[in-house]
């Protein structure tokens, strides 16, 4: 298990509470989880648009590589 890369994503500042809300009733709460799955997929599984979850990608995808 790569131990580094077991970030949640409340790590990120910039997400609502409703964003984080809509990530955990998707039971997704890791950054590693955000940038392993499809945008498209995360939109419908949270209900955000794939605007943002692309933004939110991009935003876990730099803390997952220590950016």
Known sequence: VDVD????ITIIP???K???DSFAK???MLCKEV???D???LSTMTGLKVSRI??????C???VKGE
Not at 5 to 8: C, D, K, T, V, Y
Not at 54 to 59: D, L, P, T, V, W
């Open 54 to 59: 692309e933004e939110i990608s991009q935003m």
């Open 35 to 37: 940038v392993e799955n």
């Open 5 to 8: 890369a077991l970030f949640p």
């Open 26 to 28: 998707a039971d997704l």
């Open 61 to 63: 995808e730099k803390v």
């Open 14 to 16: 910039e997400l609502t």
């Open 18 to 20: 409703a964003e984080l």
């Open 39 to 41: 945008n498209g997929n």
